[in-house]
């Protein structure tokens, strides 16, 4: 990554095809920092420098007067440039990045624009793949763009961390995936290829660590005998297991690793929205000793 102290950059461009000139924002005032209104010469450039501190994501707002603002992310870092033309043909508009940091802000959002802002990976989509061998290769085919965009970024820093968070979110689309499928019906245990993926998960690698979540929360909405939907229960993750006349009420608590190693409290599964977690220390044997990779389930 670059440079980490507070510092300037260069933000520079050019807007093509607008009948009216645009307004355009530099917007970081999620790090208190007052928003930067750009101003736009006749013919269409601009250029400004940006105070940062340290290397951050700037939402980039686009207003040509008609619609609601455009939003982007910008890739900013201190010492560094970034050249941005904004091209509109008749109601679309593109952004072209280049300058330092050009091929982090186009992968951000190939992205954002993918993952986040699509409805590629809504629940109706997922209700529409039949199972999960189909889901693995939508996946692979729905992300190949952002893929490829990461290709062309030459920060080996920022590539090995967007690697890095890459099987995070994968695993956390799948089990999205499994999620929807099991609260349209569709029982997930008898999905041979789903089974065989949550088995191989290894709570102890800490790059997996973060599907403990998402797998409880497949694993309660799979099995909702398992808790009483009616009772109020306190911080940690009382729940009961095996199901049958001997219930037993056991508190869970795991350490939700990520990158710093933070500490979570207080985490509410959305399929189960009066259970909460409280996040501690859990090695993968007692995770899966309180929510077993279950038997694949026969018709």
């Known amino acids: 990554m670059y440079g980490q102290t507070t510092s300037k950059m260069t933000l520079s461009g050019r807007v093509k ?22 101003l736009i010469r006749p013919d269409g450039t601009f250029s400004q420098e940006i105070v940062i501190p340290g290397v951050k994501n700037a939402f980039f707002k686009v207003h040509d007067g ?18 941005v033309d904004i091209v509109k043909k008749q109601d679309h508009i593109k ?13 951000t959002n190939i992205h954002r624009e993918t993952v986040t802002l699509s409805q590629k990976f809504s629940n109706n989509t997922w209700r529409d793949i039949p199972d999960f061998d189909a889901c693995v290769k ?18 080996q820093t920022f590539v090995a961390q967007e690697k890095q968070g890459w099987k995070k979110m994968v695993e956390m689309l799948y089990f999205n995936y499994a999620i929807a499928k099991q609260q349209a019906g569709v029982d ?26 998402p797998y409880i929360d497949w694993y309660v909405t799979a099995n909702p005998d398992l808790y009483k939907k009616d009772e109020e229960l306190p911080i940690g993750f009382y729940i009961s297991i095996n199901g049958d006349a001997d219930k037993t009420n056991v508190l869970i608590l795991f350490n939700q690793l990520f990158d710093e190693r ?23 044997q007692l995770i899966k000793s309180h929510f077993p990779p279950l038997p694949i389930a026969h018709p």
Not at 66 to 83: G, I, R, T
Not at 262 to 280: Q, R
Request: some cysteine; proline content about 8%.
């Open 138 to 155: 939508y996946v692979d085919i729905q992300l190949a763009p952002v893929e490829k965009a990461l290709t062309k970024v030459k920060n």
């Open 188 to 213: 997930m245990r008898k999905d041979k290829d789903f089974m065989e993926f949550v088995n191989k998960i290894n709570f102890n690698d800490t790059l997996q660590v973060a599907a403990i979540v």
């Open 17 to 38: 095809g607008f009948t009216d000139t645009p307004t355009l924002i530099c917007d970081l005032s999620m790090e208190h920092v007052k928003p930067d209104t750009l």
């Open 95 to 107: 952004l072209v990045y280049s300058g330092d940091t050009g091929p982090e802000t186009d992968y």
């Open 66 to 83: 008609k619609d609601n603002p455009h939003s982007y992310l910008l890739y900013l870092a201190p010492d560094k440039s970034l050249h």
């Open 262 to 284: 933070n500490l979570f409290a207080a985490w509410s599964t959305p399929s189960c929205p009066k259970v909460n977690i409280g996040i501690f220390a859990m090695p993968d």
